[in-house]
């Protein structure tokens, strides 16, 4: 698919049909992490990748938000895959204490501009979501509110790693019916000349 026609279909999708994705595909998405940028080159950041019932069933159990819960319309809907970026901050810090990196201080957190590690599973993330278009499928990027210690034990989750969130992959469901709940139904996308500004503010 042409860039402009996967920017143009991407889009956060929350209902799925009930059918896997298949493996030759799915595996195509994850391996476009590996032309990520990444700080330093790092790659420190790794992925938990949910595709059995089990795990996926175990995901939505543990992560269900009592304040929020999954609205019962959703439970048939659910997607077939759920890849969860895992940032790894001690990666950068060890990374950037190396001959080549050392010397800046950023074997030190707190002396970060912005935390890289974070920053570069958001990039790979873009590229999922992207790749997901390009494959005919949707994805949408949601965010963890509850039961995140309790994920992490549940897939030994090594404690270096933390979720910045979760990336649903699937086939959409011919109907979605909390597209109307989303923020992208009450608000517009800004036009580009509100969002640079060229040589100056
Ligand atoms: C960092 C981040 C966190 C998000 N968290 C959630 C979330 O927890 N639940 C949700 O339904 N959508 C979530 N979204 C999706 C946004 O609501 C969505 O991207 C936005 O409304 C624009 O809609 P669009 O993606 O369809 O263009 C998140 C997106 C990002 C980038």
Known sequence: MEFREVLKHRKSVRAY???PIPSNVLDRILATVRYAPSA???QGNEYLVLDSPEALADFWTLTDDPKDPIPDEMRSTLPPVLVLPLSNRRAYLDRYSQPDKAGFG???ADN???P?????AGMASMLMLLAAIDEGLA???FGISSGEKDLLERFSVPEQFKPIGVIALGYPAATDPLAITSSAKRRRRRPTESLMHRNGW
Not at 116 to 120: A, H, K, L, T, V
């Open 139 to 141: 994805a949408w990027f």
């Open 112 to 114: 970060w501009p912005v």
């Open 116 to 120: 890289y590690w974070d920053i570069d």
């Open 40 to 42: 330093g080159f790092t």
């Open 17 to 19: 049909e009930q059918r």
């Open 106 to 108: 950023l074997e030190d």
